[in-house]
């Protein structure tokens, strides 16, 4: 299973990452895939996730090919 | 309906004057926009710069989707959005929307909805070059 | 601060851009606007044309005072109001009304209050031609 | 005392006045100076007053000069 995971803004500062290429031979949650990119490191408060581009949450499931990005809150407009 | 993503500055009411032109005519009797505009000072310190960074698609999908629930619940006539991204100096415009209505109070809410669930849920985040150095806006004020 | 009776068509979006200019740059971060805007139909009849009568004077007056209120209650960098007179056509311009304030919140509120004000207060009246003739507009829409 | 009578939109028509100019010893309310000048007509639902270019009342007193304006319900904006 190949996972796009993209970083934004401060957290892709704070990690010093903004794009990896996550493989596993298992079925992952959002959880465990930024347990796997971050070393497990503690996950900020407040910090957003969207798969494939629709606001997700921690213990949803993750498919071949989907992009998984993680954000701190948004400040558009 | 058109929603676009600019990296350079623009002209809000040259684009609201154009748009309108390619819009039926006769056929709404209100509009309503708001213009967000980048301030010199923020939360008392004096602000000389901003970098607006985005999620690039997931940005569009969004303000797509602003627009088509603007116009479904309010049963508008049309609706755009523009956002601003890259390196803004204060006075430049950030953000521009707007709500074409047969009546005024549609066009308002509207034009307020979608506002609102930008800031909410549009995926833009702002880095101010502030006198005391750069720092990320953490959140917007609510309304 | 600006009002204007127009008796001639005018250009909301244009008058917008120039008066702006004249604003202090980098106060601003929110600017509402509201434009009405003649449509063709109304209670369902066509409407060909309309004119409109006013109170000169009074509705200058009265326009000012509503700016001011606003500008007070909003605290609002600044206000504007141009209403239209004379023989419109559809699709004509009748009102801009526009708000400038720090955030958001006030920029709306201010320029709802303005248009619902000038609606409910301003002495302006609507005469309408319609396929089935002439008509004096009894009341506008409570909001 | 001099009283300038006006008079706008429906109402105008109906009347086929839009000013008028009112001569009286008295000092009048706008009620009577209604009645003087429309040969006591009934006074329509819902007509607004104007002094000096302020709402007003039918039982306001008008003085000298004063500016009195009749019209129907505005429909501005």
New interface residues.
């Given amino acids: 299973m190949a996972i796009t995971v993209k970083f934004f803004a401060s957290l892709s500062e704070q990690l010093g990452m903004r794009e990896v290429l996550v493989e596993s031979k298992d079925r992952l949650t959002v959880e465990e895939i930024w347990e796997q990119v971050t070393g497990n490191r503690e996950i900020p408060a407040k910090i957003l996730i969207a798969i494939n581009m629709e606001y997700a949450r921690y213990d949803d499931h993750v498919s071949d090919n989907d992009e998984v990005a993680f954000f701190p809150p948004v400040t558009g407009g | 309906m058109k929603i676009a993503i600019i990296d350079k500055p623009f002209?809000p009411?040259?684009i609201?004057?154009e748009y309108?032109q390619t819009l039926k005519?006769?056929?709404?009797?209100?509009?309503?926009?708001?213009?967000?505009?980048?301030?010199?000072?923020n939360e008392e310190n004096e602000v000389r710069g901003m970098t607006?960074?985005?999620?690039p698609?997931?940005t569009e999908?969004h303000l797509e989707q602003i627009c088509l629930d603007a116009i479904d619940r309010w049963n508008l006539v049309d609706a755009l959005i523009i956002?601003r991204t890259g390196d803004l100096s204060?006075?430049d415009p950030?953000?521009l929307v707007a709500a074409w209505s047969?009546?005024?109070?549609e066009?308002?809410e509207a034009?307020?909805f979608m506002?609102e669930d930008?800031?909410?849920?549009?995926?833009?985040?702002?880095?101010e070059k502030t006198n005391k150095g750069a720092r990320?806006?953490?959140?917007?004020?609510p309304?």
Same sequence: chains 1, 4.
């Fill in positions: 002209a009411w040259q609201l004057s309108q005519s006769g056929c709404y009797g209100g509009t309503a926009v708001f213009v967000g505009t980048m301030r010199d000072f607006l960074e985005h999620y698609g997931m999908k956002h204060p006075n950030i953000v047969a009546h005024r109070k066009a308002f034009c307020r506002i930008l800031k909410h849920t549009a995926p833009f985040w702002k880095k990320w806006v953490e959140k917007n004020t309304y």
